[in-house]
């Protein structure tokens, strides 16, 4: 903590991805169209790279290991938007909705 | 962080998104400052150019212009969900404040060329496995797209 840079401290870092993985829990939990809780999704994986790059540059500066994985995090984030997108669309033409509360036919 | 906020607390899709692209920004700037520029680079192509504009597109498509949806659950799903985040926020910070990192010492001056290099050497085998799962997530929408006129 003797950094005079608030940005040179890695506990902002990690800070800051916890507060980007509540607010993607509040939003996963709290909204109620699907594209909403996409995008509270993206934020979740947003918070773990963020936490990757903070470790990668303070605890372990050796090698670009977090880094390389933070790229594969948003190649999974791209592959999963894209099936979840589709799936969403298809959701929407079928029951002409897209509130998750409304599908409740799937229950039985 | 406003943008997070915005993001979850918005009433509309499209400001969702909009609270999605100042995040993405944000998150490419506080990259810049870990001496990460090539992953700020990439978070902006990746996130702002590719997943927000499907998400455009998705919103678009299956549009809430003529029934607009119901955002919003009800006060007490309100309260359990902000209870549930505020929870994992002080459990995951007291066990930040808990533990003492180790700083690692030596400067942190990676290159783009170390990335590659450790991706094609030491990664190797993950990256191709992404790409078949990015290949294979491909082929799936666009199956599911096809399928779904069919029906109609």
């Known amino acids: ?108 | 962080m406003a943008g997070a906020l915005s993001t979850v607390l918005s009433g509309s899709l499209i400001y969702a998104m909009l609270g999605l692209v100042a995040t993405m920004f944000g998150i490419a700037g506080l990259y810049v400052y870990l001496n990460a520029p090539f992953l700020a680079m990439m978070q902006i192509l990746i996130y702002v150019g590719a997943i927000t504009i499907l998400i455009a597109f998705a919103i678009m498509l299956a549009g809430p212009f003529y029934k607009k949806p119901k955002e919003w659950g009800t006060v007490g799903k309100l309260i359990a969900s902000i209870v549930v985040s505020l929870f994992s926020f002080f459990m995951f910070s007291s066990f930040i404040m808990k533990v003492s990192w180790s700083e690692g010492k030596g400067a942190f001056s990676l290159t783009t060329k170390d990335i590659g290099r450790a991706l094609f050497d030491r990664y190797a085998f993950p990256f191709e496995l992404i790409s078949l799962v990015i290949v294979v997530s491909i082929v799936g929408a666009i199956m599911l797209a096809m399928f779904s006129r069919g029906e109609k």
């Open chain 1, 1 to 108: 903590m003797t950094e005079a840079f608030l940005y040179n401290n890695l506990n902002i870092y990690l800070f800051l991805g916890i507060f980007l993985l509540c607010c993607g829990i509040l939003g996963i939990l709290y909204r109620r169209t699907l594209i909403a809780m996409l995008i509270s999704m993206e934020l979740i994986m947003n918070g773990a790279g963020l936490n990757f790059v903070a470790f990668n540059r303070f605890v372990s500066p050796e090698g670009p290991d977090g880094m390389v994985f933070t790229l594969f995090i948003m190649g999974l984030a791209a592959a999963e938007a894209a099936i979840a997108l589709s799936i969403i669309i298809l959701i929407f033409r079928k029951y002409r909705t897209i509130e998750s509360t409304e599908m409740e036919e799937m229950k039985d």
